[in-house]
T-cell receptor
Framework: DAKTTQPTSMDCAEGRAANLPCNHSTISGNEYVYWYRQIHSQGPQYIIHGLKNNETNEMASLIITEDRKSSTLILPHATLRDTAVYYCIVRGGAAGNKLTFGGGTRVLVKP | DAGVTQSPTHLIKTRGQHVTLRCSPISGHKSVSWYQQVLGQGPQFIFQ???????GRGNFPDRFSARQFPNYSSELNVNALLLGDSALYLCASSLTGSETQYFGPGTRLLVL
């Protein structure tokens, strides 16, 4: 499975953009980058995914570098309810359809 | 639209007992995956089912088994419970297994 590397934790200010980096240098051509988040004791919530193009939805934007070795999840206006653990996952290809979760980034949004 | 539902929400068992956890996927989804999340760690893949057939299995002992029913709901069974089986058990559904997976709220199992 392609591995991902994320910072262990980060803080951001309420109302500001939160930029969450992820490295996936061993990603292969047919593997997608997925982002989920998990608010304490709840099931993971799907945020966004992409293959090579940048993606945007109502929750966030996903910026994937041209070489696909890293990506950034952007929460445009962080709120206190965005406090969660954010997981960057590479999925598909030889690894199949399972999601392999790493440690994620613990994001604390402060007022 | 209803999301993925799981039952029960919480469960307490003793070592050696057996447990059955249940999951109903999002309407129209034919694939269900199960994950185990031990406190302080990310979820770990246990099984994936599609159209009642096992499509993938994680690194879990044979005490763990699952099945999927004609209505696409699923059960996860764990025999001979160990203290280390205490965890949040998550179910996720997707259309055919290769699309985005959507998670339920989980069942929290405590083994005493």
């Amino acid at each position: 499975d392609a591995k991902t590397t994320q910072p262990t934790s980060m803080d951001c200010a309420e109302g500001r953009a939160a930029n969450l980096p992820c490295n996936h240098s061993t990603i292969s051509g047919n593997e997608y980058v997925y982002w989920y988040r998990q608010i304490h004791s709840q099931g993971p919530q799907y945020i966004i995914h992409g293959l090579k193009n940048n993606e945007t939805n109502e929750m966030a934007s996903l910026i994937i570098t041209e070489d696909r070795k890293s990506s950034t999840l952007i929460l445009p206006h962080a709120t206190l309810r965005d406090t969660a653990v954010y997981y960057c996952i590479v999925r598909g290809g030889a690894a199949g359809n399972k999601l392999t979760f790493g440690g994620g980034t613990r994001v604390l949004v402060k007022p | 639209d209803a999301g993925v539902t799981q039952s029960p929400t919480h469960l307490i068992k003793t070592r050696g007992q057996h447990v059955t956890l249940r999951c109903s996927p999002i309407s129209g989804h034919k694939s269900v995956s199960w994950y185990q999340q031990v406190l302080g760690q990310g979820p770990q893949f246990i099984f994936q089912y599609y159209e009642k057939e096992e499509r993938g299995r994680g690194n879990f002992p044979d005490r763990f088994s699952a099945r999927q029913f004609p209505n696409y709901s699923s059960e996860l069974n764990v025999n001979a419970l160990l203290l280390g089986d205490s965890a949040l058990y998550l179910c996720a559904s997707s259309l055919t297994g290769s699309e985005t997976q959507y998670f339920g709220p989980g069942t929290r199992l405590l083994v005493l």
